[in-house]
C-alpha cells in the first residue's frame, strides 16, 4: 500500500483497516511498483 500524502509504502491491510508498519521495505517496494505503473502508462501513450 501507498500513501502519497506523506510518500510512505505500508505493510498491508488487516481486518480493522491497515497495518501501521511503514519501514524502509515496505515503502522501497511502493515506490518500485509506482516507478513500474509510470513506466507502462508512459509506454502505453
Same mark, same amino acid.
Given at each position: 500500500? /501507498? +500513501?502519497?500524502?506523506?510518500?510512505? %509504502? /505500508? +505493510?498491508?491491510?488487516?481486518?480493522? %483497516?491497515?497495518?501501521?508498519?511503514?519501514?524502509?521495505?515496505?515503502?522501497?517496494?511502493?515506490?518500485?511498483?509506482?516507478?513500474?505503473?509510470?513506466?507502462?502508462?508512459?509506454?502505453?501513450?
Amino acid at each position: 500500500m /501507498y +500513501d502519497p500524502a506523506d510518500g510512505a %509504502g /505500508y +505493510d498491508g491491510l488487516e481486518r480493522n %483497516g491497515r497495518n501501521e508498519n511503514c519501514g524502509a521495505e515496505s515503502t522501497l517496494a511502493a515506490l518500485s511498483a509506482l516507478h513500474d505503473v509510470r513506466l507502462l502508462k508512459e509506454m502505453a501513450t
